[in-house]
């Protein structure tokens, strides 16, 4: 049985790298799970192995591609299903100038035709899913017809997944963060998205924070992409295995979640220092700072992980420190609310 997209963590440029993905698949085992954008470029001319060598464990997991050449995505496909990714997803979202002085990104939005011949290309390469990530308009289009038509021109051709980022990219004069802040969402638009092309698989994404918007989106479409509340409060996935996979099994702890991570951070620091890539402790560790948002301490977790003598040390314990300093925050804080009860009013 294919594994579902029904919920998803974004591919997000510095963050979502195979670091990111392990710790985010110790807490959740059906989110599906994507690579930060890898350039058509970069394959064909960079370090093949270091820009796609990811851990068994991920699965599932999809490539993220950047390029409007179709051999050359065909090309990058083929690698990406070589190394073992569930799916090849082509980036028509990302409104940053360099991959705007690519042609590529949102820009291939306004050339449907193009995207098509592309996505044409990489599945008569590949046996795997080839998906696209694209925006709802690019600049002062605001018309629904654009993005149906869009979508309509690219399923053509063979795609059938479709992950929309809500909002219009604006090309000149929006940094990529307020690309993903300023312009407004317009969610009504992927449902309409669902209603006019049932056969499709929808996915949304764009400023979605909470369980209550998952499950309210999921009465509209196929399924939910996080982007930064997932990065940021990582541990919001502990139940989702549960609540939208159906899997009752065991929820790891947040303690749990960090003894799991730490033989792959020993092991990951050895490998890159034999390599001379000189990995840095805080190259992981710092995709785990929201582990305990929420929690009373978690700002004395994130100030112990932020410890640049102790990161300097190079060693993963760090992160049963920063867990110690949570527990002892919050047994400071029940002593607290015994010697300093809140004040209570008398009705009359």
């Known amino acids: 049985m294919k594994p579902s997209r029904r919920i998803s963590v974004a591919p997000m440029m510095d963050w979502s790298d195979r670091h990111c993905r392990l710790f985010h698949r110790h807490i959740s085992r059906h989110t599906w799970l994507y690579t930060e954008m890898v350039t058509t470029g970069s394959l064909l001319h960079g370090d093949v192995a270091r820009q796609l060598d990811f851990n068994q464990e991920e699965h599932p997991v999809a490539l993220q591609l950047g390029g409007s050449d179709p051999a050359e995505l065909a090309h990058s496909a083929k690698l990406g299903e070589q190394w073992g990714y569930d799916e090849i997803n082509l980036n028509c979202g990302c409104p940053s100038e360099r991959v705007q002085k690519g042609s590529f990104g949102a820009c291939l939005m306004s050339e449907p035709t193009l995207v098509a011949d592309c996505v044409k290309a990489m599945r008569d390469a590949v046996s795997i899913d080839v998906t696209v990530k694209h925006r709802i308009g ?32 604006i090309l000149k004069g929006f940094t990529p963060r307020e690309n993903r802040e300023i312009p407004p969402l317009k969610y009504d638009y992927a449902y309409q998205l669902k209603k006019d092309f049932p056969q499709l698989e929808i996915l949304i994404n764009g400023g979605i924070k909470t369980t209550a918007e998952i499950d309210l989106h999921l009465q509209h479409v196929d399924g939910v992409m996080l982007g930064r509340e997932a990065y940021h409060n990582p541990y919001l996935m502990a139940n989702f295995d549960a609540r939208y996979y159906g899997d009752d099994s065991p929820v790891k702890t947040r303690e749990e979640v960090i003894r799991a991570m730490l033989p792959y951070i020993r092991q990951q620091l050895i490998v890159h220092y034999r390599d001379g890539r000189g990995l840095k402790l805080n190259g992981i560790t710092r995709h785990m700072l929201g582990l305990t948002m929420g929690m009373v301490g978690a700002r004395a977790f994130r100030q112990t992980l932020s410890d640049t003598k102790k990161l300097a040390l190079g060693n993963p314990d760090i992160l049963l420190d920063a867990l110690l300093r949570v527990e002892q925050s ?9 010697t300093h009860p809140p004040h209570q009013t008398l009705s009359t």
């Open 138 to 169: 690019i600049d002062d289009v605001q018309s629904y017809d654009f993005v149906r038509d869009f979508v309509g021109t690219v399923a053509d051709a063979g795609c059938s997944t479709f992950v929309v980022h809500a909002r219009n990219a």
């Open 330 to 338: 919050a047994q400071d804080h029940e002593m607290h609310l015994i």
